[in-house]
């Protein structure tokens, strides 16, 4: 295999050679690798070290599983790049990469922090019950085969990191994946991403749930291709029901775009719109909040110190974040609202503006730059659109 050498954060690594892996397009598809590597991740993943030095920095001695590796990315940059990580196990059922994920260990003069295993995660995952405080699962596609076996290997107060790019079944435009892979139905709706990203939390409380774990998302974004969530584990049923009540479903009206919020796992759930038409629903879903104010704001510090250089993009991301992390679920596209009331597209910061007059919660949100995030009612939007 041809390699090179590239560098994220403060690591080196061995990667197969891009131009060798290039679509007629002349795109870098890391698909036609033998290992895989994508460059265009390393936003995802300067954001999930500063994510386990956070950890590092509350928990100490930290034991980390990385057992979807690729070329050991991410366990590697964990492990050079984290303080207070006394472990990092990285696994990867491809001898390619296992051989790729050694010479990275190797690479970085690592050998007494990480051990490198070349078997099937899940294997990996059942056999290492209650061992991690960290668990990174970033697969290809779906993350729903590993959920269980990263649950078990949990331990209490630990975080499980998820990456699924597999949005378009999440997202609705293949409901059926959905359904089957998260037992749960998408909506596609102007704010698709969002209750992708919601079904992909609850689907992950429930699994969790079997073991009497409890998890809390503190960070959740939807970028480029992809979703990443970061849930905090807490051990204990009664925890782990606390968390359950708070999945439910959102029912949205096509006809008008009023979207109704039923928190319950088992509800009864609204058919009818005001306007009269039937609503659509999507869920079982988390309806809480998706990130945590606090922790998005440790994260963002400590981004600032280790200067990445994509720093710029990462702090764009995170503060959208954490602008909008004190919202309520869905948001609205400025357009489609303008459209519906028959007015021309205001500019989005007079309606945030008088959204926020009126003593609402309003803010932009990263899923959509031309969308708004307000908690007002429906009519009061209504009523701003049309006094703008
Ligand atoms: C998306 S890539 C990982 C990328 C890597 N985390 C990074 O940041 O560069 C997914 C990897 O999982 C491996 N994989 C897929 N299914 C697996 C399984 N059941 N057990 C172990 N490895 C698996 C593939 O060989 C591939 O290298
Ligand atoms: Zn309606």
Redesign the pocket.
């Given at each position: 295999m041809e390699t090179r050498f590239v560098n994220e954060g403060r690591t080196k690594l061995e990667?197969p050679d891009p131009q060798r892996f290039q679509t007629r397009a002349g795109d870098y598809a890391?698909s036609l690798t033998h290992?895989?590597?994508?460059p265009r991740?390393e936003l995802?993943?300067d954001i999930s070290v500063s994510a386990v030095q956070i950890l590092a920095k509350e928990l100490g001695n930290l034991r980390v599983c990385?057992?979807?590796?690729?070329?050991?990315?991410?366990?590697t940059r964990y492990a050079k790049e984290v303080e207070g990580v006394s472990k990092v196990l990285v696994?990867?059922?491809?001898s390619e990469?296992f051989e790729l994920i050694n010479h990275n260990i190797e690479l970085n003069g690592l050998i007494s922090l990480m051990e490198a295993h070349n078997?099937?995660?899940?294997?990996?995952l059942w056999g290492n019950r209650g061992r991690f405080d960290f668990v990174?699962l970033?697969?290809?596609g779906s993350p729903a085969?590993?959920i269980d076996a990263a649950c078990s290997a949990l331990i209490r107060k630990g975080m499980l990191a998820i990456?699924a790019?597999d949005t378009a079944p999440l997202s609705g435009t293949h409901a059926r994946a959905c359904l089957r892979r998260y037992g749960a139905k998408p909506l596609k709706t102007e704010y698709c991403h969002e209750l992708g990203v919601r079904i992909l939390i609850g689907f992950c409380q429930r699994v969790a749930g079997k073991h009497d774990l409890a998890l809390t998302p503190v960070l959740a974004h939807a970028t480029q291709h992809y979703f990443r969530i970061y849930l905090r584990a807490q051990k204990g049923a009664q925890r782990s029901d606390e968390v359950l009540k708070q999945q439910g479903y959102v029912s949205h009206c096509y006809a008008c775009g009023r979207r109704v919020l039923s928190h319950k796992l088992v509800p009864e759930l609204p058919t009818t719109c005001e306007c009269g038409n039937q609503f659509s629903h999507a869920g079982p879903l988390w309806a809480g909040k998706p990130m945590d104010l606090k922790f998005i704001q440790k994260v963002l510090s400590d981004l600032r110190e280790k200067k990445f250089k994509l720093a710029q993009e990462e702090f764009a991301l995170l503060n959208q974040c954490a602008e909008e992390a004190e919202g309520p679920p869905t948001f609205y596209e400025i357009d489609e609202v303008a459209k519906r009331v028959g007015v021309s597209t205001p500019k989005i910061a007079k309606i945030i503006a008088g959204l926020r007059k009126q003593g609402y919660f309003a803010s932009r949100t990263h899923f959509s730059g031309t969308g708004f995030r307000t908690d007002a009612p429906f009519g009061i939007i209504i009523g701003i659109f049309r006094s703008l």
């Open positions: 990667v890391p290992v895989f590597y994508n991740m995802c993943r990385d057992p979807l590796a690729g070329v050991g990315a991410r366990g696994n990867d059922r491809s990469a078997e099937d995660a899940n294997t990996l990174d970033d697969p290809f085969p590993f990456t790019t």
